[in-house]
């Protein structure tokens, strides 16, 4: 029987949510905008469309979204290519379950330009059996939309999927897909709480044995791992 591991790509294998949160609050602060420390965290786990889009309607701005995401993107893709850092263990990972004999999936609310700067930039895109953008769903995270994508994708059932999410949202999603969901705390901040299981960071996935795989794919882990 077939199984998948689905990856989210930022916060999760790529330091890029502070980078992204940085370039929201530039341009924020180009509109008159002051972003919160809330507004902030709220940018974590979702499309940059849908951040802009409920910034804008809670603070009643008539900015076009579409032309401020332009120039959010522009920014954000040039830093991207100077600035990009990979989480420890991330591409060692890869390998690993890719050598296991696992499909892999990634599962991103960025966009494929971006998706495609940031896994050319660390050579890890042969790695991925199938790749979802926000320009492949309807609707983001905490919607399950954009996993189940990629497990009908992969002929693979929901059941045979393990997620690994480091946002609150993305372990909402893998959740409501009937996936098993493992939280990376990574960054922190985020409430992993609903994960079946959840680690520090991916150096603590990277020497598992396919065993701890079957296992979580079975549901058999829910622990916490210290």
């Not at 991330?90 to 379950?97: E, P």
């Amino acid at each position: 029987m077939k199984k998948a591991i689905l990856f989210d790509l930022d916060g999760l294998l790529v330091d890029t949510e502070t980078l992204g949160i940085d370039v929201a609050v530039r341009v924020c602060k180009g509109l008159g905008i002051e972003l919160t420390k809330t507004e902030q965290k709220s940018f974590i786990g979702v499309t940059d469309e849908r951040f802009y889009q409920e910034l804008f309607n809670k603070r009643n701005c008539d900015f076009d979204v579409q032309e401020i995401l332009k120039k959010h993107f522009s920014l954000y893709e040039e830093l991207l290519k100077t600035s990009l850092k990979p989480f420890p263990g991330a591409c060692d990972l890869l390998k690993v379950l890719k050598r296991q004999g696992y499909k892999l999936g990634l599962v991103s609310g960025s966009t494929t330009e971006q998706i495609n700067i940031i896994l050319d930039k660390l050579k890890i895109k042969t790695f991925f059996n199938v790749i979802v953008s926000c320009e492949d769903i309807t609707k983001s995270k905490p919607n399950p939309e954009g996993y189940l994508i990629a497990s009908k994708k992969l002929r693979i059932s929901p059941e045979n999927c393990v997620v690994l999410e480091d946002a609150e949202t993305g372990v909402i999603a893998g959740k409501k897909a009937r996936m098993k969901v493992i939280g990376v705390t990574n960054n922190g901040g985020q409430d992993l709480s609903s994960a079946d299981i959840i680690v520090k960071n991916l150096m603590e996935l990277v020497n598992r044995d396919k065993e701890f795989w079957a296992r979580a794919l079975n549901g058999k882990y829910i622990y916490i791992i210290d």
